[in-house]
């Protein structure tokens, strides 16, 4: 079956420092594959997306995300991270017709 | 992208007791969803409202527990029945931007979410 792991479920950075969230998934040939954040009190808001083509996509809020077929992984990276960064981050993959949502991981940023 | 609205934000119910949530979208989609986040967990797939057919509902979720009205193509209405204290989560309402009819490929935007906790 398919599924969506995201390893670290609790990342504290410090404001300033770089990021990266991972995300893999398990699924027989290359999915559509996403980034989401949520906000405390928030709906989701999509960050970014890979459907094809080059596998380094980059997002809104300075976020990119690597696609690497070969470790079946999508992780999602922020070069400097700010405090308002501070959120719930879901990976999700859309193999057929619905999305399959990661854990989550919960990003905690420090002054 | 699309502009998703829900009612109500949050609210406190009796168990036993039903809730029905709107949801309300500033342009026609085709296909839109409902979604459950459990405290501390991730979304769940309720089921998928298209409109002019009956919701199709994902393992784990009946129409009696979870009936969806979908009268067109910009509102939805997800009702949770019989409510327990195990329903207390985050309803998200979802779309599906695209004409092809099928989530393969569309990106879905949601809604800010029905905070509901059962009594």
């Known amino acids: 079956a398919q599924s969506v792991t995201q390893p670290d479920i609790h990342i504290t950075v410090s404001e300033g420092a770089s990021l990266e969230l991972r995300c893999n998934y398990s699924y027989g040939a290359t999915p559509y594959l996403f980034w989401y954040v949520q906000s405390p009190g928030q709906g989701l808001q999509l960050l970014l997306k890979?459907?094809?083509?080059?596998?380094l996509v980059q997002g809104i809020k300075g976020f990119e995300a690597e696609f690497k077929r070969s470790q079946s992984s999508f992780n999602l990276r922020k070069p400097s991270v700010h405090w308002s960064d501070a959120a719930e981050y879901f990976c999700a993959v859309a193999p057929a017709d619905k999305l399959i949502f990661g854990t989550g991981t919960r990003l905690q940023v420090f002054p | 992208s699309a502009v998703i609205s829900q009612k109500p934000s949050r609210d406190i119910c009796q168990r036993g007791t039903s809730l029905t949530i709107q949801c309300q979208v500033d342009s026609q989609v085709t296909m839109m969803f409902w979604y459950r986040q459990q405290p501390g967990q991730s979304l769940t797939l309720i089921a998928t409202?298209?409109?002019?057919?009956?919701?199709?509902?994902e393992s784990g979720f009946v129409i009696d527990k979870f009936p969806i009205s979908r009268p067109n193509l910009t509102f939805s209405t997800l009702t949770v029945s019989n409510m327990s204290p195990e329903d207390s989560s985050i309803y998200l309402c979802?779309?599906?931007?695209?004409?092809?009819?099928?989530?393969?490929?569309?990106?879905?935007?949601f809604g800010p979410g029905t905070r509901l906790l059962v009594l």
């Open positions: 979802s779309v599906a931007l695209g004409s092809s009819g099928r989530i393969l490929g569309e990106t879905q935007y």
């Open positions: 409202a298209n409109q002019g057919s009956e919701a199709t509902y």
């Open positions: 890979y459907f094809s083509g080059d596998t």
